[in-house]
Nanobody, 123 residues
Framework: VQLQASGGGLVQTGDSLTLSCAAS????????MGWFRQAPGKEREFVAL????????YYADSVKGRFTISRDSAKNTIILQMNSLKPEDTAVYYC?????????????????WGQGTLVTVSS
């Protein structure tokens, strides 16, 4: 599975931004798709995930109510809509895929990773 993330950029506090992740290759191996982020000097952390089948979603507490993850099955793409952005959301955002049949939030459980896209939120 190959993943291509896009949509990062520089925004101000309170703005919105949309990230996309296009999957190609053996997408049948990607049962769950997730977004993670890594800020400078910090560990990579879970943001949100979605199951391809059924579309069930999970969110980190820090983004719940502000971020929405969705999927476009026809385009093999997942979307992360980020609203009410805060400076602490600044990070490199990565999309990832796992062949796990159950939702998992640990980065080491994900088999495939995109290249990352930088989101910077200025105060």
């Amino acid at each position: 599975v190959q993943l291509q993330a896009s949509g990062g950029g520089l925004v101000q506090t309170g703005d919105s931004l949309t990230l996309s992740c296009a999957a190609s290759g053996r997408t049948s191996d990607a049962y769950v798709m997730g977004w993670f982020r890594q800020a400078p000097g910090k560990e990579r952390e879970f943001v949100a995930l979605i199951r391809w089948s059924g579309g069930r979603t999970y969110y980190a507490d820090s983004v719940k109510g502000r971020f929405t993850i969705s999927r476009d099955s026809a385009k093999n793409t997942i979307i992360l809509q980020m609203n009410s952005l805060k400076p602490e959301d600044t990070a490199v955002y990565y999309c990832a895929a796992t062949s796990s049949l159950v939702p998992v939030m640990r980065p080491d459980r994900y088999d495939y990773w995109g290249q990352g896209t930088l989101v910077t939120v200025s105060s």
